[in-house]
C-alpha cells in the first residue's frame, strides 16, 4: 500500500526567503505526483504535475523535483510572498487503479 | 464556467439520520470521486466513478453510497450518519485516460454528526 508523507506539518518564514517542502512516498513505482495548495476553508488547487519519466516542473517561482528511485519529491518555493501562506499537499498517482494518495500536508506561513 | 459544485456548504446531521451531498461538474470528465478530509490525515478516497453507470470503492467506502446516472452529477449517500462521518468532503474530477490526468476539486461540503 503506497504511504505519502510530508515533513515537516508545518513551517514558519520570513518574507523573501526560498523554502523548500519535502514529499516522500514509499512505492516507487508511480505514474505522476501532484503537488496541490490548499487555502483555508477552500478546496484544492492543483499546482504542478509531474510524470514518472520527468525530473522536474517549474511554474513560476515553483520548481517541483522528482527522485523515483529514491522515493522522495521537493518543491521549491522561490523568493516566498504572504500570499504564498497556506497548506502544501502532495499527491502520488500510483497502483493498479491509478488513485491518488495523499500526504497530509505542510502548512506554510509567509510573515510579512 | 463553474468547474466542480459542491452542495451544501456545510450541515448539520444528528446520529442517525440520512442525507446526499451533491457533486456537479461541467467539464464533461468521465472521472468523478469523492475524499474526506480528516486532520493530520489528509485525503481518503470514499469512492470512484470512471464514467456513467460505473462506480467503484475507495480506500474508506464503509457508511457511504454513490450512483453515477449522468456524466454530470455524481452523488454520495450517507444512510445512516454516524460521528465518525463528520469530516470534510471534497469531489473531484479530471479526464479518463493515459495523460495528465490533473485533478480539478469542489470547494467542499463540510459535515458535522451529532
Known amino acids: 500500500k503506497q504511504e505519502v508523507t510530508q515533513i515537516p506539518a508545518a513551517l514558519s518564514v520570513p518574507e523573501g526567503e526560498n523554502l523548500v517542502l519535502n514529499c516522500s512516498f514509499t512505492d516507487s513505482a508511480i505514474y505522476n505526483l501532484q503537488w496541490f495548495r490548499q487555502d483555508p476553508g477552500k478546496g484544492l488547487t492543483s499546482l504542478l504535475l509531474?510524470?514518472?519519466?520527468?525530473r522536474e516542473q517549474t511554474s513560476g517561482r515553483l520548481n517541483a523535483s522528482l527522485d523515483k528511485s529514491s522515493g522522495r519529491s521537493t518543491l521549491y518555493i522561490a523568493a516566498s510572498q504572504p500570499g504564498d501562506s497556506a497548506t502544501y499537499l502532495c499527491a502520488v498517482n500510483s497502483g493498479s487503479a491509478r488513485q491518488l494518495t495523499f500526504g497530509s500536508g505542510t502548512q506554510l506561513t509567509v510573515l510579512p | 464556467n463553474a468547474g466542480v459544485t459542491q452542495t451544501p456548504k456545510f450541515q448539520v446531521l444528528k446520529t442517525g439520520q440520512s442525507m446526499t451531498l451533491q457533486c456537479a461538474q461541467d467539464m464533461n470528465h468521465e472521472y468523478m470521486s469523492w475524499y474526506r478530509q480528516d486532520p493530520g490525515m489528509g485525503l481518503r478516497l470514499i469512492h470512484y466513478s470512471v464514467g456513467a453507470g460505473i462506480t467503484d470503492q475507495g480506500e474508506v467506502p464503509n457508511g457511504y453510497n454513490v450512483s453515477r446516472s449522468t456524466t454530470e452529477d455524481f452523488p454520495l449517500r450517507l444512510l445512516s450518519a454516524a460521528p465518525s462521518q463528520t469530516s470534510v468532503y471534497f469531489c473531484a474530477t479530471r479526464r479518463q485516460g493515459p495523460g495528465a490526468n490533473v485533478l480539478t476539486f469542489g470547494a467542499g461540503s463540510r459535515l458535522t454528526v451529532l
Open positions: 509531474i510524470q514518472s519519466s520527468q
